[in-house]
């Protein structure tokens, strides 16, 4: 617990204002973006400077030819040309601040107990909002009404249960990381923390009907299986195969999906699941509109691509699609080099898999930049903490 103090007395300023970025109050929380990067760009500009790798360099390349062809394609007049600029110039310095913050952190406290508490500090602050006026909504009114729900400050205007359910991406993700065995005894609390933010994110998720927040912590329960029994012992894997199983028993045959659980679950069309809730077709126009219209497309039929690199193609052309699509496969590398580092070390290969994973998820069927931009930072954030640590060990 040393390190997580030494590293909360030095950097406790960062974390204070991150903290507030993560809260978000009030819906002004990005304005930290500029506190921050202004922290780096003065305080902090020395290591800014040197630490500015070929993942950085494609960030701020994405970064500026998006926010470049942006203001150029953008044609609602609703905007306020001033707020319109605030917007733009978070897009420029955003990314690449988060991304040096999370190396900053990584290179000047490389331990393992540092990155668990940025793990958990992350996913709690940036559930913490919407978890209780979700849980407020249930107390209130159980599991009926709309999908779209208000936050605590903002009474007077719902906001869509697609953006509120992303909140929760990182704790529905948490799942598979509970189901490892071989752990430390400071990973078992991490555990505990982690399974009760999964079961409190569980009832917000319902609540939302969010099939993707579902399918992240299916998808977290199958990576961690596939890996840990490639990792471990047969009679691990049995101990592991037999845990789920029982659990997965006990659910089915105690819970109905009659229950009121899952009433607004149950109101949602099938048919929209096996399509990606229609995704697939807006998918192929635009995986097409990507070279026809290589400047950005507006199109009739629907408002988002309804994923992020397609997005980013639609709303400012191929050039910074080709930066965020190159930068989207250095950073598949870098999963890789990161769990060569140690091979043993379940836990943590399993947390960065998991969380990868639901970043992943959430990426294709999502306007991440327009919609959940938060997130995007987010995930810069965690590729810069993993992409110091791959440095500090020299993987190839």
Known sequence: MRDIQIFIKK????????????????????????????????????????????????????????????????????????????????????????????????????????????????????????????????IEDGFTGSRDLSLLWRNSEDITATGLASYFTLNMAALGTIFVQKTTSYENKIKFIFFGAFIISLFCVLRLASQTQLGIALISLLVTILYLMLKQSLKRNIRLLLTISILISIIYFKISMNSVYFNILNERNPEHLRSASGRTGIWLTSIGNI??????????????????????????????????????????????????????????????????????????????????????????????????????????
């Open 11 to 138: 950097e406790f300023l960062l974390l204070i204002i991150l903290l507030i970025f993560l809260i978000n109050p009030y819906f002004k929380g990005f304005y930290m973006c500029y506190i921050l990067a202004f922290y780096f760009l003065t305080l902090k500009f020395i290591f800014f400077i040197t630490n500015i790798d070929k993942k950085g360099i494609l960030l701020l390349f994405f970064s500026i030819s998006y926010s470049i062809i942006y203001s150029f394609n953008s044609t609602d007049n609703s905007f306020n040309p001033r707020a319109d600029a605030l917007i733009i110039y978070m897009y420029v310095i955003s990314p690449i601040t988060f991304y040096i913050i999370g190396k900053y952190f990584s290179t000047n406290y490389p331990s393992y107990k540092v990155y668990y508490f940025l793990f958990i500090f992350l996913t709690l602050g940036y559930s913490f909002i919407p978890a209780i006026s979700i849980i407020n909504h249930i």
């Open 291 to 396: 070279t026809k219209q290589p400047f950005g497309w507006e199109n009739p039929e629907f408002s988002y691509a309804h994923n992020l690199w397609l997005d980013v193609s639609r709303v400012a052309g191929i050039i910074p699609f080709i930066f965020l699509c190159i930068f989207t496969i250095s950073c598949i590398n870098l999963i890789r080099k990161t769990l060569k580092i140690s091979p043993t070390n379940h836990y943590f290969n399993i947390t960065i898999l998991v969380f990868f994973a639901g970043f992943m998820a959430v990426f294709f069927v999502e306007p991440v930049i327009e919609g959940m931009y938060m997130l995007f930072l987010i995930f810069c954030f965690f590729i810069g903490i993993l992409s110091s640590y791959v440095k500090n060990w020299n993987v190839i």
